[in-house]
């Protein structure tokens, strides 16, 4: 007890809770105002807590036609998951063969890749746009699903996951009689489970998250997804703060949801990216 | 005898099966290479190429044709006497000056905060849940919040300010300099958690043995700071520099919700200029001569940066 108590300790632990008021305090605003009646948000009286809560703002938010938020839900969910199933198939299957397989110009290949991670994306942009258009794509859920998932981060996260798989394992599978497809699913993908579910978090949530993209994209209102939507509320909606924070509410409770599940797997997913650059 | 020869067929067929093994039809790599390297090239080896070639076009809505114009549309921005080049400038300027105040919080304050974290106390790792989770949300949430937190009138911030005796008027999403300390803060507030994150798991991979070495020798606390932790990070700090720069100078979703670019459009990013030329402008030549601009100038600052730091870590 005396231990607990002294002075560092003591400075230690109201660091520790001063920092978690700072990063909650404003989460928690926004949750409390969402459920506060429109005259008591916008009111120059403010108030910590809702003095009469109330669903006012997700009534009048769900229920305005121009503004289907529960459609740009349902858009947000089945492009981030077709994203996030696109890249897990494709960077798996492509990180195994440049881990494992032998062809010709395996590490110029892989090199090429390697380098594509340097390259400042705003380079991407107006190209992405311009094949995008030419594709017919403007406009649709694949302009969000295909572009961003080619890129270089899941080729170079995999391979390096794959590389420390003992080849022991691998060969004792080929001397049974198993054929590459075989391993690669029987063997190689349930040891890099942990692996393939962090890239599969982390690209659900970038697609989810991503802004700019959707926003210059998509110019109907039943194809937005939720961050573009919320731009477009916000737009038409300027100061209604119970309608802005209900929306945002709305956007932030799947990825709560998500985050509580697969907190580990996101923060490890995150400082191996660090340690390997 | 005849064991002898039965291990010897037993051993030359591993070994025999064991090279086949390694050898795989180029058919079957091509198989599993496929999917991503189509994509790859579609969507990012071909556009690293378009964008130069484009930039070398007169390329927009309206115009006959793409006549080649060579550097042409990158002599128009450096002269800058056309409302398009001065526009792009100032939004140069404001990712310079955002990426300028952001960056230095953004490399040190998590560190800070990763020290702390690498601390023992009890319930560190829900702390450490706690103070990434802002990032999770992405900008869209964040930029509603921060608009609302920060409203001259109604805002929570002001509010607070008031109650502390302080300034309470503060015009946060409208004006300057206030504009820069409101997007700049919620940066910092939204991303710290994942810089934190990166510098934690470099710190736990430093030896403790070196600390306790330069306790021994009756180093202090700063000084086991300069001389164990900063070289044991060196190669993870690069990282996080150069990551945190390319990040802040890509800052589009904060101008374009919390400030939404004013005053005037002082607070729009060179990114969002260049999706407003490119995409809703459809100035194709013009957009992709700024964005090789932007794109070089920050291979330029953040190879500065870096190259600076080895020089610093090889003095030492």
Redesign the interface.
């Known amino acids: 007890m005396a231990r607990l108590l002294r002075p560092r ?1 003591v400075a ?2 109201l ?2 809770l001063a ?2 008021a ?3 305090t ?2 928690l ?2 949750i409390s ?1 969402s459920f506060k009646p429109t005259a008591e948000a ?3 009286d ?1 108030t910590l807590l809702p003095r009469e809560p109330g669903l006012d703002a997700y009534r009048e938010i769900l229920g305005n036609e121009r503004l289907p938020v529960l459609r740009w839900l349902g858009n947000s969910f089945l492009v981030a998951a077709a994203h996030s199933a696109l890249v897990v ?3 798996t ?2 990180a ?3 881990a494992r ?4 110009f395996k590490r110029t ?1 892989f090199a ?2 390697l380098a ?1 991670m340097f ?13 995008v258009n030419g594709l017919g794509w403007l406009n649709s859920y694949a302009s969000l699903v ?7 981060f899941g ?1 170079v996260f995999l391979r390096q996951l794959f590389l420390g798989i003992s080849p022991a394992i ?2 004792a599978a ?2 049974d009689g198993a ?3 075989q391993v ?1 699913l029987r063997i190689m993908v349930p040891l890099a489970a942990p692996a393939i579910a962090t890239l599969s978090v982390l690209s659900f ?1 970038s697609s ?5 993209w959707p ?3 998509l110019f109907s209102t039943d194809m937005l997804t ?3 939507g ?2 477009q ?2 737009g038409e909606y300027a ?1 209604r ?1 119970d309608l ?2 209900a ?2 509410v709305i ?2 409770v799947p ?2 949801i ?2 509580i599940v697969a ?1 580990r797997y ?2 490890e997913g ?6 390997k ?1 | 005898m005849a064991q002898l020869s039965v291990r010897d067929v037993a051993t030359g067929a591993d070994a025999r099966t064991r090279v086949a093994s390694r050898r795989n039809s180029p058919w079957t790599a091509a198989a599993f290479l496929l999917p991503f390297f189509v994509l790859f090239v579609v969507f990012v080896i071909v556009p690293i190429g378009s964008a130069l070639w484009a930039s070398l076009h007169r390329w927009s809505l309206g115009l006959p044709g793409r006549p080649w114009i060579g550097w042409d549309n990158y002599a128009e921005l450096f002269e800058g006497s056309t409302v398009t080049s001065v526009e792009f400038w100032k939004s140069m300027q404001a990712t310079g000056i955002f990426t300028l105040y952001s960056a230095p919080l953004l490399v040190a304050v998590p560190l800070a905060l990763a020290l702390l974290l690498n601390r023992r106390f009890p319930g560190r790792i829900a702390f450490r849940a706690i103070y990434f989770a802002p990032y999770v949300f992405g900008v869209a949430v964040i930029g509603l919040l921060w608009r609302y937190l920060l409203d001259r009138q109604l805002g929570p911030v002001n509010q607070l300010l008031g109650a502390l005796g302080l300034p309470d008027g503060i015009a946060w999403t409208t004006s300057l300099p206030a504009g820069w300390v409101a997007l700049v803060g919620a940066t910092i507030w939204w991303t710290v958690g994942f810089n934190a994150v990166i510098y934690l798991a470099a710190l736990q991979d430093v030896p403790r043995e070196l600390y306790e070495a330069a306790t021994v020798d009756g180093a202090g606390a700063w000084r086991r700071f300069f001389t164990v932790t900063l070289p044991g990070i060196r190669r993870v700090l690069q990282f996080v520099i150069a990551i945190t720069i390319i990040a802040c100078a890509n800052m589009y979703g904060q101008s374009a919700l919390i400030t939404q670019e004013q005053p005037g459009t002082a607070t729009r990013t060179a990114i969002g200029f260049i999706a407003q030329t490119g995409i809703q402008g459809f100035d194709i030549g013009m957009s992709s001569a700024m964005s090789m601009i932007l794109a070089v100038s920050l291979i330029v600052v953040s190879g500065v940066v870096v190259l600076a730091f080895h020089r610093m870590g090889e003095e030492d």
């Not at chain 1, 995150?270 to 340690?275: E, R, Y």
């Open positions: 300790r230690l632990a660091t520790v920092l978690t700072v990063f909650v404003p989460l605003l926004m105002t916008n009111s120059l403010f198939t494709i960077s299957t492509a195994y063969a440049l397989l032998d062809f010709p290949l090429v890749v594509t390259v400042p994306g705003v380079i991407l942009l107006i190209p992405h746009f311009l094949i295909v572009p961003s998932a080619a890129g270089a080729v691998e060969e080929r001397i054929n590459a497809f690669f949530l989810w998250n991503d802004f700019l926003v210059f994209v939720l961050p573009a919320l731009a509320l916000q100061t703060f802005l924070t929306g945002a956007a932030s990825v709560l998500v985050y907190q996101i923060i995150v400082s191996q990216g660090g340690v650059g």
